[in-house]
């Protein structure tokens, strides 16, 4: 699958603009670790530019297991390269999937870093990614009232992949200003 036929795809099944931004910003930071981690940016990317393509399925939304498992399993008949769809499994820790390997560990960790760097962008008078700084998205990490959903759990398992936080969060930072265009920011 192309990134083309993978945003088409995406655009077909989920209505909320947010939650395509998300995707997108997902995408940006699995291309920036991958390049980081010598692996193929292509693959990573499509990992997180497609792991949420359940979300809005009505069988996710009244059972979480199921959030990623449904969206694999299609994505496998397709012929999506197992990595892929392991990737996309594991990045749900209710699917059943536990991150093994070093994409999946990324996916993991990724997923709620997005939401971080949004909300620590949002408070900004400019509202503009270009103008958060990387210690002020360290502060915010640490604030754990701020941005609650954003689970800072997942985000320090980047540990597990040998990368401390502050690295991943400076990685995931440039990856999303670098398409701060397309995220409206």
Known sequence: MTREEALELIKERIKNPNSIKHM????????????????????????????????????????????????????????????ITDAIRAHNEKSGKVPENLIEKCLYATDPLTGLIVASTLVLPSKKLADLKLES?????????FAM???????????????????????????????????GL
């Open 24 to 83: 997108l910003a997902t995408e940006a930071i699995m291309r920036a670790l991958a390049i980081n981690f010598e692996e193929d940016p292509e693959i990573w990317g499509l990992a997180g530019l497609l792991h949420d393509l359940d979300m809005e399925d009505e069988d996710c939304l009244t059972d979480p297991c199921q959030h990623g498992n449904k969206s694999a399993d299609e994505l496998d008949i397709l012929g999506i390269e197992k990595k």
């Open 137 to 145: 998205l360290m502060r915010r990490f640490k604030e754990s009232r």
């Open 149 to 183: 959903g954003a689970r800072r759990e997942a985000m320090i398992t980047c540990s597990s992949f040998n990368m401390d936080l502050e690295k991943f969060l400076d990685i995931g930072l440039k990856a999303m200003q670098e398409i701060a265009i397309d995220l």
